[in-house]
């Protein structure tokens, strides 16, 4: 039910409730919920998966189509911070999140690459044995070069463009730290094998995860009309 009502605010663009459901409201209601259950057992570690897991793979996640709402504060003026439609999509929108994605998910393949080339420190072994500075330091600044080099794809002026995919990487790489964690917490390689030899959905987008809103949010802020 949290689900499908947090998609249909994306879909009305009514961003006031999209921006506070699911991290104050469903927040709320979940725990409340559990204790309502009866169940004193290991409340605090089952109230924190629901919520842990409906950030993730519902808040967060959203805000991809979300950013296909955007273009509205730049074209017409309409978006305002008090709750007001987002406004609709359409090719600008269709291609800010071609930017974002090409730019993050850019950052990962650079990041391997550099750190295939010049990789010697380890980061986090623990966590990713394979990110080493070098392959983050490299990756970072390739994206947020590739990502100056798309700004005629976006709203933005070329060092905002570069700013912004800065942002996005440095999002992306935490994302990535964060969603390995939990995998080696629960003892699994993948979150899942839908896609043959890449694991999961979670495993492809796990940079996204944490990049998307930032990115959505800080250009929304800064460059609504």
């Known amino acids: 039910m949290l689900t499908p009502l947090h998609y249909w605010f994306v879909w009305e663009h009514w961003y006031g409730m999209f921006a506070i459901f699911i991290p104050v409201y469903a927040f709320l209601f979940l725990p409340v919920l559990l204790a309502l259950s009866g169940r004193t057992d290991h409340?605090?570690?089952?109230?924190?998966?629901?919520?842990?897991?409906?950030?993730?793979?519902?808040?967060?996640?959203?805000?991809?189509?979300?950013?296909?709402?955007?273009?509205?504060?730049?074209?017409?003026?309409?978006s305002a911070a008090d709750g007001s439609p987002l406004g609709s999509g359409g090719v600008e929108g269709g291609a800010l999140l071609l930017f974002v994605c090409v730019v993050v998910q850019g950052s990962d393949v650079l990041q391997y690459l550099w750190g295939k080339t010049l990789g010697r420190h380890?980061?986090?072994?623990?966590?990713?044995?394979?990110?080493?500075?070098?392959?983050?330091?490299?990756?970072?600044?390739?994206?947020?070069?590739?990502?100056?080099?798309?700004?005629?794809?976006?709203?933005?002026?070329?060092?905002?463009?570069?700013?912004?995919?800065?942002?996005?990487?440095?999002?992306?790489?935490?994302?990535?730290?964060?969603?390995?964690?939990?995998?080696?917490?629960?003892?699994?390689?993948?979150?899942?094998?839908?896609?043959?030899?890449?694991?999961?959905i979670l495993d492809r987008t796990d940079s996204l995860i944490f990049a998307a809103p930032v990115f959505f949010h800080l250009t929304r802020f800064f460059f609504s009309g």
Request: aromatic letters at 10%; proline letters at 6%.
């Open 122 to 200: 380890k980061i986090a072994p623990n966590v990713s044995p394979n990110k080493t500075w070098e392959g983050f330091i490299g990756g970072v600044l390739s994206a947020t070069a590739l990502g100056a080099a798309l700004w005629w794809l976006t709203p933005f002026t070329p060092w905002q463009a570069a700013l912004l995919s800065l942002i996005a990487c440095l999002m992306g790489f935490v994302g990535g730290l964060v969603m390995s964690s939990l995998k080696r917490d629960r003892g699994i390689k993948d979150f899942g094998a839908i896609i043959p030899g890449h694991g999961g």
């Open 43 to 78: 409340f605090l570690h089952r109230a924190a998966l629901s919520q842990w897991g409906l950030m993730v793979c519902v808040y967060a996640l959203s805000h991809l189509p979300a950013i296909l709402q955007l273009p509205v504060a730049f074209n017409q003026g309409k």
